[in-house]
């Protein structure tokens, strides 16, 4: 994935707001609005840049459901929302199969007849707990555009410029939508034909809590 650095992305809005560097508290205020904005916009879209696919276990739970066929993704530290499910890893293997599943209370259920014992499950990333301290990643580039104009947004807010900030958010939403725009004109052009099993009952011993 292409990225810009934290150090980039302050430089522009530094620029962009006429200032040559921040004071220690408008740097604070700063990150505080790009930690924000990014994980608003991380679950905007499913981005091709922000998926992964993760391998897990299935197996048998009591609490806080009962399920023969499950996999605890709540808290998953590499996974954030789940988009599918495979019997395979669908990036290297073309007989993988699409799998039904429900997500109940923060866990992925199969149906009670599978014979899975691991899935692979597609989904986003999940967020750095923060940008902008040393050590950080850097940022998502696809994102920087609506990044800096939501920053930039948040600034003129805060300095009760309130006619800049609304003008700089719907640019910065402009963009967002650009880019979702993006993602479904490739998701149309490179749509892959899965393979899916036929659906089976999950059965009542899934819904029920304990």
């Known amino acids: 994935m292409r990225t810009v650095t934290y150090t980039e ?5 530094t620029s962009a707001i006429g200032v040559d560097t921040l004071l220690s508290v408008e740097e604070t205020a700063f990150k505080n ?17 922000l998926m992964t696919v993760v391998e897990k276990s299935v197996a048998a739970v ?10 605890q993704i709540d808290n998953d530290a590499n996974l954030m929302d789940v988009f ?13 199969f699409k799998l ?20 692979f499950v597609m989904g986003n990333q999940v967020t750095p707990s923060s940008y902008g301290e040393s050590g950080d990643p850097d940022l998502p580039r ?9 920053t930039i947004s948040d600034w003129y807010k805060s300095d ?26 490739l998701e149309g052009m ?18 029920t809590t304990v």
């Open 190 to 207: 490179n749509k892959i034909s899965v393979n899916t099993y036929p659906s089976y009952s999950f059965g009542v011993n899934i819904l």
């Open 100 to 119: 039904d599943y429900n997500l109940i209370n923060g866990y992925l259920v199969l149906p009670a007849n599978s014979s899975q014992s691991s899935v």
């Open 160 to 185: 009760g410029q309130l006619e800049k900030s609304m003008q700089q958010e719907a640019l910065s939403e402009e963009t967002l939508a650009l880019e979702i725009d993006r993602v479904e004109r």
């Open 142 to 150: 696809f994102l920087e555009r609506y990044l800096l104009l939501a």
């Open 62 to 71: 009591t609490s806080p459901i009962v399920a023969d066929k499950a996999v």
């Open 33 to 49: 609005s790009l930690n924000d904005r990014v994980k608003g916009a991380w679950t905007r879209a499913q981005w091709p840049e």
């Open 9 to 13: 992305l302050k430089n522009r809005f």
């Open 84 to 96: 599918s499910v495979f019997d395979k890893n669908p990036l290297s293997d073309r007989t993988a």
